[in-house]
């Protein structure tokens, strides 16, 4: 059974750091691309960040662009997501996603495995 376990989710001012980790247990990972989603009460899972299996490519949602990183270490099958200056507007579950192939991808169907996500809350 195909795990991804999120981490570092909580509680940040306007202007603070976060970094976000997520685990998976595929032996196919550094195949995989990953990505990270977001979802905002009442709104729908919005794209963040995605980056290629080797982490030569990656793709950010234009509201983060210039404010987070994705990033991958194959020999830890971990991905993260250091997210900085953050704002009230970031406050999300955010999503860790995997999906069978390397090529980065923005759309929530094109990833076959979600982890159970972690809430990210920025106050003003």
């Known amino acids: 059974q195909v795990q991804l376990v999120e981490s570092g989710g909580g509680l940040v001012q306007a202007g603070g750091s976060l970094r976000l980790s997520c685990a998976a247990s595929?032996?196919?990972?550094?195949?995989?691309?990953m990505g990270w989603f977001r979802q905002a009460p009442g709104k729908e899972r919005e794209f963040v960040a995605a980056?290629?299996?080797?982490?030569?490519?990656?793709s950010y949602a234009d509201s983060v662009k210039g404010r987070f990183t994705i990033s991958r270490d194959n020999a830890k099958n971990t991905v993260y997501l250091q997210m900085n200056s953050l704002t009230p507007e970031d406050t999300a579950v955010y999503y860790c996603?995997?999906?069978?192939?390397?090529?980065?991808?923005?759309?929530?169907?094109?990833?076959?495995?979600w982890g159970q996500g972690t809430q990210v809350t920025v106050s003003s």
């Open positions: 980056i290629s299996g080797g982490g030569g490519t990656t």
């Open positions: 996603a995997e999906r069978e192939g390397n090529t980065v991808q923005q759309l929530p169907r094109r990833y076959n495995y």
């Open positions: 595929r032996r196919t990972f550094s195949s995989d691309a």
